[in-house]
């Protein structure tokens, strides 16, 4: 299970699941705040700007992990190592309990397996199933349930080397859906 997959829920479960993850699961965050700048630590030398980003809004961009996106401004931004060259990284409103995370693994199959879904989900749900593509990458969407979130809206899809599972409230699936339409994988 992904220790910091909770913190997108309420301003007190985040802090709450955050704090937790980090003082006993040795979640290490790499760099909070990068909402100011939409770039993260390990890619702010090397990323240019390359598109116009629109009023309202942030772009991210990772060299690390070869991917950009533009997301609401309001959105606090957090990088946590997971170990292993994995990172979550959460976009969160606190105040108005908005807010999806992305948790990126090393990944060397093309597809993801049962058993990487068992891993990662362990609810085991995957309801109303459908494919998806972003940015090329084809990939999974469906709805599970979380024991502590609830409902949630999952899309997972793989990508040179790199598994990314991307979460959010059920209730947040469309403002989610908007979001990934400008995810752009990026080459340096």
């Known amino acids: 299970m992904k220790p910091t997959r909770f913190g997108i829920l309420s301003a007190v479960a985040v802090a709450i699941m955050i704090a937790a993850a980090l003082l006993f ?20 030398e090397s990323v240019r700007q390359t598109r116009e980003v629109p009023t309202g809004a942030r772009e991210y961009r990772s060299a690390e992990y070869n991917f950009s996106l533009l997301y609401p401004e309001d959105l606090k931004v ?18 108005t309990v908005a807010g999806f995370q992305i948790f990126i ?16 989900e362990p609810s085991g749900i995957r309801e109303s199933l459908a494919p998806i593509t972003i940015d090329g990458a084809i990939g999974a969407s469906f709805f599970s349930n979380n024991l502590m979130l609830g409902a949630t809206r999952e899309v997972w899809f793989v990508h040179g080397g790199y598994l990314y599972e991307v979460s959010t409230l059920r209730s947040l699936d469309t403002w989610l859906g908007q979001i990934l339409k400008t995810w752009e994988f990026i080459t340096e």
Not at 80 to 91: L, M, N, P, V
Not at 105 to 120: A, H
Request: overall charge negative; charged content about 25%; proline content about 4%.
């Open 25 to 44: 699961m040795n979640t290490t965050p790499i760099r909070e705040g990068a909402a100011q700048a939409g770039v993260s630590e390990t890619s702010k």
């Open 78 to 95: 957090a990088e946590h190592s997971e170990g292993g060259g994995a990172t979550t990284i959460t976009f969160q409103n606190t105040k």
């Open 105 to 120: 693994v090393p990944y060397g199959e093309s597809q993801v397996s049962e058993e990487r879904f068992k891993l990662d």
